[in-house]
């Protein structure tokens, strides 16, 4: 009896290194819909237009001083016991075009981020200059040569007109609205954000706002998920968590993958008796994709699909549905907002103490980085087993420790990837 449990489906399961599973889930991915947004609105997404420059910026001759717009040709010879005067014939404040043309002799007083005048081709700031009224106006000294093109933005400095300056895929910040709003553009494509339903599996799982019972605890996860999302770039659909009954499973991923882009679920993947989420995926409501993979933790990390969408039912074990989330769910969100570069960023670094702990398998070890004389070193941050939850939040990267008979010693180079 307990050799056909022990050769039951549920035990045989072939384990795939996590790159091999990334790319297995890449193939499903593909970006989903646009939609136009305001500027305000535009902050965190992603950009689904490609963005040139329509016009060149800045798009005049721009003063970098305020002072007085002059001929760089009048000041040659001009020295500190020899001044030479130029007639003052406008004031040019910010946001007015001047009609006067700088000829021999004369210049401008003109403001910084005013339009320099015709004829001028450099501008003087007025600590270099001294002032003086005759009867035909206003004249001003200059001491010094002042060469062509100074304190003088030309037209284009930035850019060109049709230059490409953004291109799809990226995430808007302040630059990038910077960019969009110089250039008048104040709706912009970008990617629908994925919907994301989650819900956790399991008959001890307590709501957050009820009272705790014996042998029961909180639903911790779908919390921690929906916040996952959010940073991917996501909109979590927090649903119910249910008891681990297969039909209701079935029934409830059924509803949530046709009505979402994607499912995430929590909880019963492993090789329980009421591991129902195992059960589900080989069953024939979906099709299983992976149900191993060769890291820790998180090694019963799950994927299926489903007219073409996908479900990740991660580990229940809170340690290994945060990995299995940032390694598999967050990437797929990201993809499906055109991100090329989906998954998380790779630094490398100085291991910053002792991991003893083994295995077969890669370990993703949640970690702090520290910079210490411009070296990134990499902090264990304490218990990092698969069922503990408290050290995520003390962590801002996955220590990548390489399976092996011997674990790692401080000052050995070390993968980190990047939480924030
Ligand atoms: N005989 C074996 N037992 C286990 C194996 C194995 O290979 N053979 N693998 C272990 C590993 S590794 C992991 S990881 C866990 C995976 O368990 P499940 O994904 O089946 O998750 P559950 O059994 O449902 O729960 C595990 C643990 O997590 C707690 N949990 C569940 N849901 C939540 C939630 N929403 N919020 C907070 N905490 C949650 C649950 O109460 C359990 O303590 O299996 C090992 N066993
Ligand atoms: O699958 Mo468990 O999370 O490896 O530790
Ligand atoms: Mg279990």
Not at 109 to 134: K, L, S
Not at 256 to 275: C, E, I, R
Not at 315 to 324: D, L
Not at 386 to 412: A, E, N, R, Y
């Amino acid at each position: 009896m307990a050799d056909d449990i022990h050769n039951n489906s549920k035990f045989k399961r072939k384990a795939l290194q996590v790159n091999v599973a990334q790319s297995m889930i890449s193939q499903y991915i593909s970006v989903g819909e646009t939609e136009m947004v305001t500027l305000q609105e535009s902050h965190g997404r992603t950009l689904a237009q490609e963005i040139s420059a329509p016009h060149p910026y800045p798009h005049f001759r721009r003063s970098g001083m305020d002072g007085y717009a002059i001929r760089s040709a009048d000041t040659e010879g001009c020295s500190n016991d020899q001044s030479i005067w130029l007639q003052v014939i406008d004031e040019i404040p910010c946001g007015t075009v001047s009609d006067k043309t700088i000829i021999p002799g004369t210049a401008a007083r003109i403001m910084t981020g005013a339009q320099v005048p015709e004829g001028a081709d450099a501008v003087v700031m007025f600590e270099m200059t001294e002032i003086r009224e005759d009867e035909g106006g206003s004249v001003v000294g200059l001491k010094r040569y002042i060469e062509i093109g100074k304190n003088l933005t030309p037209i284009g400095l930035e850019l060109q007109a049709g230059e490409l300056i953004l291109s799809p895929g990226i995430t808007i910040s302040a630059g990038e609205i910077s960019v969009l709003a110089t250039f008048g553009i104040h709706h912009v494509a970008v990617y629908r954000r994925p919907r994301v339903a989650i819900f956790s599996t399991g008959s001890e799982l307590l709501s957050v706002d009820e009272p705790l019972q014996p042998g029961k605890i909180r639903n911790s996860n779908t919390y921690m998920l929906a916040s996952q999302v959010i940073e991917a770039g996501g909109e979590p659909v927090i649903l119910d968590a249910i008891m681990d009954d297969l039909s209701l499973a079935r029934e409830k991923v059924e509803e949530a993958l046709h009505a979402y882009d994607m499912v995430v679920t929590s909880g019963g993947v492993s090789v329980g008796d009421f591991d129902i989420m195992g059960d589900l995926v080989r069953g024939d409501s979906v099709e299983m994709l992976y149900n191993k993979i060769a890291m820790r933790p998180g090694s019963v990390t799950t994927a299926a699909v489903k007219d073409g969408k996908l479900l990740f039912a991660l580990s229940g074990n809170p340690g290994a549905c945060f990995v299995g989330c940032e390694l598999f769910v967050r990437p797929s969100i990201r993809g499906m907002m055109g991100d090329q570069k989906p998954y998380l960023t790779e630094w490398s670094g100085i291991l910053g103490a002792d991991y003893s702990k083994v295995n077969n398998f890669t370990r993703y070890v949640r970690g702090k980085t520290e910079i210490r004389e411009g070296v990134v070193y990499a902090m264990p941050s304490g218990i990092d087993e698969s069922g503990v939850m408290i050290t995520i939040k003390d962590s801002d990267c996955l220590i990548v420790v390489p399976p092996g008979q011997q674990g790692m010693k401080s000052g050995d180079k070390v993968q980190m990837l990047m939480l924030r």
